[in-house]
């Protein structure tokens, strides 16, 4: 051999940057020169994103259903102040993944695997892929019942949002998927107009901010559900997973925290002041006495509202469901990307070639495939599988979120990031506070099957 | 692969994590038949 000695492989092949790679480091040259410049609200607009987007997502079909229900059942009351708490709540839960996906540079699933093994990862992956595909049938539901009120036939609807969806997806750039949805997520405004055009009452508003009341009917069971579906509605463990890979994906660093913080906070801001909106414009509804108990879908309260707010508000109403459905169909197919590719450990990124991440891309657009075409067949069990999303997002919060409270409390990883002991005290309680109430959530549901009640 | 600057290599989970995950798994059990129970349950017409 000519006195050659031998070198492994690694030390041969020469390091080749990946795709995915290429388009981070030309982003972060970017975001290096804005900042270089001094030109922060540049630096924020480069690196915002990620946190505006689970928020907005979360507004998703049945998360705006829930708020309009709310709404209409209970007026402008002690929902409105509960809205801003749950969303602090979400907040308090959304931070700590940003700071566990900018100290570790890794997904959460893949995060999972590392730190307590596969098993706990495959469980991780499943609760994920499976609530997902349940949760992206309830979106692609809500955007078909838009649509309707539109006339547009549910199956251009669900084809061409499931296209939509597919498309923004296979630019083959994180930054392009992350405009075109977040351009996609400003329709989530359309509730402020709808809300005005409904003329609220300014004071009652800010009196109901100051009082957390008023509480019409008291204490009764449809409240105990709206409390527990307005906090289903506002954290759950799609959030989790999307973000810390978004972080990660986008390249995130330390350097970051800050706007990546500001980023969360405005769209926990933003998404609760749509919802509040919601709740006000279907606040009309409670005034005038309309039942809206048998409302199964956005196209309802649309068409209940339109005496009210006019056909434009209503109009404004429909689109802001299709565009909740629309969001979150986006996200969450791509959270369902991340989480299966990273338990999986395949090729991961929207910025990677289609080619080299196959299961990345096919989780995602296969997944949406599904969810579309099962809202399509004639027949499909569309009350179960909306009740089953619940139950699952419920229950499985609490696993979610213990992950999330471990992995920010390690020092190993966290490093300076890690949860101070006070972090710890108030995620801690929240994380208890919200597993509780999301299992009790559960139990409301799944318990009248037991005893021969209603579902509802 | 993406270039990562390796994690320290967990510890054995002990203590107070190890009784959390335990009763994650007992959680776990108890949810899953609840999920499929639920689902299959409406399923009726």
């Known amino acids: 051999m000519n006195g050659a000695t031998f070198r492994p492989e690694s030390e041969l092949v020469p ?9 981070r480091a030309r982003d972060r040259a970017r975001i290096a020169r804005a900042r270089s410049e001094r030109r ?34 209970f007026g402008v009351s002690f929902f409105i102040p509960f809205i801003v708490l749950t969303f602090l709540l979400a907040y308090i839960v959304q931070e700590m993944v940003v700071r566990i996906g900018i100290a570790t540079r890794r997904g959460h699933a893949e995060l999972i695997v590392e730190r307590f093994g596969l098993s706990w990862g495959r469980f991780a992956m499943a609760d994920l892929a499976i609530g997902n595909l349940l949760t992206l049938v309830t979106e692609f539901i809500a955007i078909r019942a838009g649509t309707a009120y539109f006339g547009i036939p549910p199956a251009i609807a669900v084809l061409g949002s499931a296209a939509l969806v597919a498309l923004a997806m296979c630019t083959r750039r994180y930054v392009t998927w992350e405009r075109i949805v977040m351009a996609l997520a400003a329709g989530n405004l359309l509730f402020i107009p709808a809300a ?90 409670f005034t005038h006495h309309i039942d809206v108990r048998t409302f199964a ?7 209940a509202l339109k005496p009210f707010i006019g056909s434009t508000g209503a109009a404004l109403f429909a689109l802001g469901m299709i565009e909740a459905g629309l969001v979150a169909a986006m996200t969450i197919s791509t959270s369902s990307a991340y989480g299966v590719s990273e338990v999986l450990r395949a090729r991961r990124s929207l910025n990677a070639g289609l080619s080299s991440a196959r299961t990345f891309y096919a989780t995602g657009l296969l997944s949406v495939a599904v969810a579309g075409a099962v809202v399509l067949l004639p027949h499909a069990p569309l009350l179960s599988i909306s009740i089953t999303v619940n139950v699952i997002a419920t229950l499985l919060m609490a696993p979610a979120l213990l992950f999330v409270l471990l992995l920010a409390s390690d020092g190993e990883i966290m490093g300076k990031l890690k949860n101070s002991a006070r972090a710890n005290a108030v995620a801690g309680t929240i994380v208890a506070a919200i597993a509780i109430v999301g299992a009790v959530y559960a139990l409301t549901i799944v318990v009248p099957f037991f005893t021969g009640g209603s579902a509802g | 692969m993406t270039q990562l600057p390796p994690l320290p290599p967990p510890r054995p989970i002990t203590g107070f994590t190890r009784v959390l995950l335990i009763g994650l798994r007992v959680y776990v059990i108890i949810a899953v038949p609840l999920v499929a129970f639920t689902f299959f349950h409406t399923l009726k017409p």
């Open chain 1, 15 to 23: 390091w080749i940057p990946l795709r995915e790679e290429l388009m």
């Open chain 1, 40 to 73: 922060p609200m540049w630096v924020f607009a480069l690196l915002a994103g990620p946190g505006i987007l689970v928020m907005l997502g979360e507004n998703d079909g049945p998360s705006m259903l829930s708020y309009a229900a709310t709404g209409a059942s």
């Open chain 1, 196 to 285: 005005l055009l409904a003329h609220p009452d300014g004071a009652a508003i800010a009196r109901t901010l100051a009082t957390w009341g008023p509480l019409p009917g008291g204490i009764s069971m449809a409240f105990f559900t709206l409390v527990l579906a307005n906090i289903g509605a506002t954290v759950t463990p799609w959030m989790l997973f999307f973000q810390q890979s978004a972080v990660v994906d986008k390249g995130l660093t330390h350097a970051d925290l800050t706007q990546a913080r500001v980023d969360t906070g405005l769209g926990a801001a933003i998404a609760a002041v749509v919802a509040i909106g919601t709740v006000i414009a279907t606040a009309t509804l």
């Open chain 1, 297 to 303: 879908n956005g196209a309802d309260f649309a068409t």
